[in-house]
């Protein structure tokens, strides 16, 4: 198969994949990306490493007649932002890899809410593009269960080793799997996590704390803590009665923070000073 590939490094295994299974690289379509959440880097390297034409603009009609003209099979995208349309009259195929057990989280990022909610199952799923983000008729898909520890971090690597599996058995047959897709039918759709549902809620439980901050991982959660405020990837806690006001710094030991929480206290272990000035994204 002739491909291209549009995303990023959060799903570049796929790219990997695709290429260890002999598939024949046309293109690479990308994005700009922050250099601290979001990284092209490898992948970008990668394309240029195989002489391949990059584009870092939104794909647009031109471009997917392009790709005709390169007799290319299908476009792969996996962690691309904008919305692809009009690709039926010059591709035989068009998927997208999404972090979700579709229909369920459709969306931008689910992956956070997926934590927020205490979900027990998550999944990596493979779809037809359709007019509408991620709701095309699933080829494949691979569910796995979620830990009460799970953190942002895990259930990344979970979801990025599910993908490539996924593009494994997609190399072996993509056209069966296509003839064979199943529509999705009714779903939900999660839109981008608001500030409000990433900063810690310190009159909550320590569990319903932990989970914020397990949310978000290497992201970071936002807290409050006194009249200080810092960014979280890291805390441990315990439940403990108390009559200190819920957000209050209660000790503190080098680098470690203990704060209150409404049933006990959770110690701080990775934090970062609040900076103002261009906001950190979610």
Sequence with gaps: MRFAFAGIDFL??????????????VKLFSRPCDGIYDFNDVTLARARSLRLPVQMSRILPADLAGLKAMDCDVLVVAGYPWLITGWERHLPYAVNFHPSPLPLGRGP????????????????????????????????????????????DTLLA???????????????????????????????????????????????????VLRTIRAFG???????????????WEATGWEEPHRYRPGTLVHRHRRHLVAAASDGFVQISGWSPYAPGP???S
């Design 12 to 25: 570049g295994d796929v790219f990997e994949t695709l290429l260890a299974k002999g598939w024949e690289p």
């Design 218 to 232: 290497s992201i970071e959660a936002f807290a409050q803590i006194d009249s200080r405020y810092v960014y979280v």
């Design 158 to 208: 979970k979801c990025q080793m599910a993908a490539k599996a996924i593009a494994a058995e997609l190399a072996e047959d993509l056209p069966r799997l296509w003839r064979e897709a199943a529509p999705q039918g009714p779903g939900t759709y999660w839109p981008r996590v608001t500030q409000s549902q990433r900063s810690v809620d310190w009159t909550g439980r320590v569990q319903d």
């Design 279 to 281: 906001s950190r994204r």
């Design 109 to 152: 990022y689910p992956l956070f809410q997926a934590i927020l909610d205490d979900l027990q199952e998550w999944g990596m799923t493979v779809h037809a593009l359709e007019p509408a983000f991620d709701t095309g008729a699933i080829l494949a898909q691979k569910r796995f269960p979620l830990s009460r520890a799970e953190t942002h």
